[in-house]
C-alpha cells in the first residue's frame, strides 16, 4: 500500500489533519483525508466566516461580532458518534475532532457547519468532506493513555501544544512511528467542574500509540512501590517525570498502558440464573384475523349494575326521608300534659303582645285620668289630650312646659336694704 502524501512529514498537524491534511475544494466545501485510530482535529475559525456576513468588511476594517457554529452530519440531526466539538465562546474558535473507527472506512461523510452571527443573526454554510482510509497496514499496537491535570482539551487541540507533547513522549519512549490517537475531555469521564480560582484546569486525557513496546520509564508506575503510594493518594516516583513538568503536568497514577499484541478473548459463556430471562424462542406476533367480541355483557357488568345499585340506595333514603315522619299528634301523644300546657301559655302570651303592638289605640292609664285642683278645687283636664302625640312628648318636662301649673306668689320684704 503507498502512503499518504503527508504521512512522511514530520509535523503533528500532517497526522491529525489540522493543517496540511485539509485542503480546499470550493469556497463552501472543505475536504481532508484521514485514517482510523489517528486524531482528527478541525478548526473553524471566526475570522475566516467573517468575510461571509454581510456588510462585508473592507480590507483592514476589524470587526468582533460573536460568531457560533452547528455542525451535523448531512441529512442527520447530529454528528457521527466518532466526532465531537466544543466552542468556549462566541468570540473564540471552534473545534472539531475526534478518531473514527474502522466501520466508518469508505464511507464519504459530509459534516454541515453553519454559522451564525449572534449580532446581525446572518448564517453561512459550508460542507467539510471527510475521507476516511484503513491503516490496518500501519499498526500502533502500543497504546499509552496520559491524563494531563493543567489543561483543558481545546487548549490541547492546539498544534504547537500536541507537538511539544508528542515530542517530550517520543524523547521518553523512543519508538519509530508516535501517533496521536484521540483526546478526551476530563468532563466526558465523569470529571467535575473545576472551581474559577488559581486558574484551574478541568484536565485532559491523551491517548498514543508507537510501534515498539514500553519504555521502562512509562513501566515505572507498575512498580509496587509506586501502586501502593498511589493507593494512599501519593504522587508516585518516575524518573521521566521532568521532562514533561516544564509544560505538563500529568497525573502518573492515572496512567493506562494498553498492550494490543496480546489478544484476551472478550467472549464470557452466558450462565443462567437469576437476572436473564430463559430462552423464550422468536416473537410471534397476534394473527391479523382477529374474532368479533361481543361487549354486552361487559356493558352490563360496568354500567348497568351500578346504576341498579344506586337506584336501590335512592329509595331506601327516599321512604326514609318520607315515609317515616311522625307527626304532629304522634308527637303530642308522646309529650307530657304539663309540657303541653307551658307551651300552649306561651303561644297565648307571645299572640297577645304581638297583637297589642299592632293596636295602639289603648286606654290611657290613672295618671292622666282628670283630677282636682289643690287650690281652686276644679276639675283639670288630662295632661294629655286626645289628640297628644305622645310620641313627641319629652321625657322630663320643666314646670314651664306644664300647662295649667299653680304659680305660687312670692312675698316682698319691707325695709329698707343696707348692703
Not at 86 to 105: H, W
Not at 195 to 219: H, Q, T
Not at 230 to 251: H, W
Request: with cysteine; glycine share 6%; hydrophobic share 35%.
Amino acid at each position: 500500500m503507498q502512503l499518504p502524501w503527508w504521512w512522511e512529514l514530520g509535523d503533528p498537524c500532517a497526522w491529525t489533519g489540522q493543517c496540511r491534511g485539509t485542503r480546499r475544494m470550493s469556497p463552501a466545501t472543505t475536504g481532508t483525508f484521514l485514517l482510523t485510530g489517528v486524531l482528527f482535529v478541525h478548526v473553524l475559525e471566526r475570522e475566516y466566516f467573517k468575510g461571509e456576513f454581510p456588510p462585508y468588511p473592507k480590507p483592514g476594517e476589524i470587526s468582533n461580532d460573536p460568531i457560533t457554529f452547528n455542525t451535523n452530519l448531512m441529512g442527520y440531526p447530529d454528528r457521527p458518534g466518532w466526532l465531537r466539538y466544543i466552542q468556549r465562546t462566541p468570540y473564540s474558535d471552534g473545534v472539531l475532532y475526534g478518531s473514527p473507527t474502522a466501520e466508518n472506512v469508505g464511507k464519504p461523510t459530509v459534516i454541515e457547519i453553519t454559522a451564525y452571527n449572534r449580532r446581525t443573526f446572518e448564517t453561512a454554510r459550508h460542507n467539510l468532506i471527510i475521507n476516511i482510509m484503513s491503516a490496518e497496514d500501519f499498526p500502533l499496537p502500543y497504546q499509552a493513555e496520559f491524563f494531563i491535570k493543567n489543561m483543558n482539551v481545546e487548549e490541547m487541540l492546539a498544534s504547537e501544544v500536541l507537538g511539544d507533547f508528542l515530542g517530550a513522549v517520543k524523547n521518553v519512549w523512543q519508538p519509530e512511528r508516535l501517533n496521536a490517537i484521540n483526546i478526551t475531555s476530563a468532563l466526558d469521564r465523569g470529571g467535575r467542574v473545576p472551581l474559577p480560582i488559581n486558574d484551574m484546569k478541568e484536565g485532559v486525557y491523551v491517548m498514543v500509540g508507537a510501534d515498539v513496546p514500553f519504555s521502562s520509564c512509562l513501566r515505572e508506575v507498575e512498580n509496587p512501590q509506586n501502586q501502593l503510594r498511589c493507593s494512599q493518594e501519593m504522587e508516585p516516583v518516575i524518573t521521566c517525570d521532568k521532562k514533561f513538568r516544564t509544560q505538563f503536568y500529568i497525573d502518573w497514577c492515572k496512567i493506562s498502558l494498553v498492550d494490543k499484541t496480546k489478544q484476551v478473548s472478550t467472549y464470557h459463556e452466558v450462565i443462567r440464573g437469576e437476572g436473564i430471562l430463559p430462552d423464550g424462542g422468536e416473537y410471534k406476533p397476534p394473527s391479523d384475523s382477529l374474532k368479533s367480541r361481543d361487549y354486552y355483557t361487559d356493558f352490563l357488568i360496568t354500567l348497568a349494575v351500578p346504576s341498579a345499585v344506586a337506584l336501590v340506595l335512592f329509595l331506601i333514603l327516599a321512604y326514609i326521608m318520607c315515609c317515616r315522619r311522625e307527626g304532629v299528634e304522634k308527637r303530642n301523644m308522646q309529650t307530657p300534659d304539663i309540657q303541653l300546657v307551658h307551651h300552649s301559655a306561651i303561644q297565648k302570651s307571645t299572640k297577645e303582645l304581638r297583637d297589642m303592638s299592632k293596636n295602639r289605640e289603648i286606654a290611657w292609664p290613672l295618671s292622666t285620668l282628670p283630677v282636682f285642683h289643690p287650690v281652686t278645687g276644679e276639675i283639670i283636664p288630662p295632661l294629655h289630650a286626645d289628640n297628644y302625640e305622645s310620641t313627641n312628648m319629652p321625657l322630663m318636662q320643666t314646670q314651664q312646659n306644664l300647662p295649667h301649673q299653680t304659680q305660687i306668689p312670692q312675698q316682698q320684704t319691707t325695709g329698707k336694704w343696707y348692703p
